[in-house]
Structure formats: structure tokens, C-alpha cells
Nanobody, 126 residues
Framework: QLQLVESEGGLVQPGGSLRLSCAASGFTLDGYAIGWFRQAPGMEREGVSCISSSEGRTNYADSVKGRFTISRDNAKNTVFLQMNSLKPEDTAVYYC???????????????????WGQGTQVTVSS
């Protein structure tokens, strides 16, 4: 069974940091583009970042550029999202997703992705 499992999120103070991980089981992430998405209450799901299967090329939403970093470790079959300088507006449920796609680009739209994690809550508040 193909699964993506996100690490536990949590409560972080504004300005703090948190690293999320997304581990695959039942398949290898090699050959998959990976995206991180988030959804706040009453809001549409939005793309945060993605990383290509080849060359590890990345894209970021303007709202997180310079603060978030996506990376992948194919040997560990895991993708990470390092989140720094967190703001209250980053509060959301965060999801990782995978799309079978070789190449040096990654899709930014959530509907392009086939496999999804269960989501993890990140709350930024003092």
C-alpha cells in the first residue's frame, strides 16, 4: 500500500522554526515530484513548495520564499520542509503529496498530485 506519512506538527511561537518530514512507504520517492501544500480553516488548499525528482529543483510560494526550504533524501525515502521565521499566517494543516514524474520540474497545483499524506497541524501563536 502506497503511503505518505508526515511528521507531527505542533505549536510554535512567531519567529520560531519547525521541520516537517514526509516519509514514503510502499514505494520509493525516486521518480516522484513531491509537493507541500497547506490549508487553513475556510481557505482553499494552497501550494507551499515542491521539488522535482531529478536535479532537486525547487519552487516556493511567494509567501514562504526565503523562510522555507524543501529538500529530499532519496536514500531515506523522505522529503523535508524546514520552516523558519514562522508567522501566525503560516498556521494551517500541512500536507505532502507525490506525483510520479521524472524530470527537473514539479507541478504547483494540488490536483496534479496522486498520493497524499494525512496532514499535520502547524499552529503559530504566542
Amino acid at each position: 500500500q502506497l503511503q505518505l506519512v508526515e511528521s507531527e506538527g505542533g505549536l510554535v511561537q512567531p519567529g520560531g522554526s519547525l521541520r516537517l518530514s514526509c516519509a514514503a512507504s510502499g514505494f520509493t520517492l525516486d521518480g516522484y515530484a513531491i509537493g507541500w501544500f497547506r490549508q487553513a480553516p475556510g481557505m482553499e488548499r494552497e501550494g507551499v513548495s515542491c521539488i522535482s525528482s531529478s536535479e532537486g529543483r525547487t519552487n516556493y510560494a511567494d509567501s514562504v520564499k526565503g523562510r522555507f526550504t524543501i529538500s529530499r533524501d532519496n536514500a531515506k525515502n523522505t522529503v523535508f520542509l524546514q520552516m523558519n521565521s514562522l508567522k501566525p499566517e503560516d498556521t494551517a494543516v500541512y500536507y505532502c503529496a507525490a506525483k510520479a514524474q521524472r524530470g527537473s520540474w514539479c507541478p504547483g497545483d494540488w490536483y496534479e498530485y496522486n498520493y497524499w499524506g494525512q496532514g499535520t497541524q502547524v499552529t503559530v501563536s504566542s
